[in-house]
């Protein structure tokens, strides 16, 4: 599925062309974007005129994995990645595989925005009975494992056993007893607990992740340089988006059933991330500590020096 989605995504953006696809037309931005809440603010601005209001023409394209649309990022087939898990971004920047920068910043966790979830029936009563236990995260050593981590050391438990399993495939591999448990964000989240009357066993955004910065809109260093009238106005319309998205949870709601699966009904329950109206290099930092501490980095990095002013 994933070389699938890249496949489209690829073709979409047009694999022969070597330059940004703003190259020729300044105004236009492309973005790689998950049907995750994570998103909200990108599509608050598009449909709130956001974008046009700064004189910007905005192509959407989906991707199931942020990790999918890397190498379209890395050759200039899309500009912008929303939605971009820090983690995966940050170790390739430290690899020098890709020269990150950080346009906005996505969401930070919040209560229930994303869950630890079992079966109804399953014998897993507490965190300390994850130990060895097998649970599903949507990318190996990445967000979900680095703030899961955090969570059982804090509580003195020990730790599962992670299986990769993209967020789609969550709710059956449950079901077929693939996995004890499943590290779910939303909308997939409120989606399993409703099909399966699956049990919340774990808050993934309890202390001390608690808004932790997890993903932002990232593109390179390169495009920044050669674009950077187009970054500007890109992060202030994502910013304004921000803005609304965290005085008005109601217009997040909103949005979610036009670009995820999820029913109206099903959006105004689930648990919403915290969107954040600028960049803040304090706590991006807090995640950098946390993943060195984890071994996800193995050098310090100050974040501060990857935001786009």
């Not at 906005?104 to 897993?124: C, F, N, Q, W, Y």
């Not at 099909?195 to 919340?200: E, I, T």
């Not at 193995?298 to 990857?306: F, H, M």
Request: glycine share 6%.
């Amino acid at each position: 599925m994933a070389t699938a989605v890249l496949a489209l995504l690829l073709t979409a953006c047009g694999d022969n062309e070597p330059e940004s696809s703003g190259g020729e037309h300044d105004s236009h931005v492309t973005v790689a974007a998950l049907p995750l809440t994570d998103s909200a603010a990108l599509y608050i601005a598009r449909d709130r005129g956001l974008f046009e209001k700064e004189g910007l023409e905005v192509t959407i394209q989906p991707v199931q994995q942020s990790l999918q649309a890397l190498p379209a990022l890395a050759k200039g087939q899309v500009d912008v990645i929303a939605s971009a898990n820090y983690v995966t971004f940050l170790q390739a920047y430290e690899k020098r595989t890709l020269d990150v920068r950080i346009l906005a910043e996505g969401v930070r966790t919040a209560p229930h925005m994303m869950d630890v979830l079992v079966p109804k029936d399953s014998p897993i009563k507490s965190p300390a009975d994850l130990k060895g236990k097998k649970v599903a995260v949507n990318i190996l050593n990445n967000i979900q494992t680095l703030t899961l981590n955090a969570i059982l050391d804090e509580q003195g438990v020990g730790r599962p056993e992670y299986r990769q399993i993209a967020f789609p495939q969550m709710g059956p591999a449950l079901e077929r007893g693939q996995t004890d448990a499943v590290h779910a964000v939303e909308p997939f989240d409120s989606a399993i607990q409703e099909d399966l009357q699956a049990r919340v066993l774990l808050d993934g955004g309890a202390s001390p992740v608690r808004a932790l910065p997890i993903s932002g809109y990232v593109t390179t260093a390169q495009y920044t340089q050669k674009h950077p009238e187009t970054a500007a106005k890109f992060r202030r319309a994502i910013e304004a988006a921000s803005r609304i998205a965290a005085r008005d949870p109601a217009a997040v709601r909103a949005e979610l059933p036009k670009y995820t699966k999820v029913t109206a009904a099903q959006a105004t329950s689930m648990g919403l991330p915290a969107y954040p109206a600028a960049a803040d290099p304090g706590r991006l930092r807090r995640l950098t500590e946390l993943m060195r501490a984890q071994g996800l980095l193995k050098k310090p990095l100050d974040p501060s020096t990857l935001l786009v002013k």
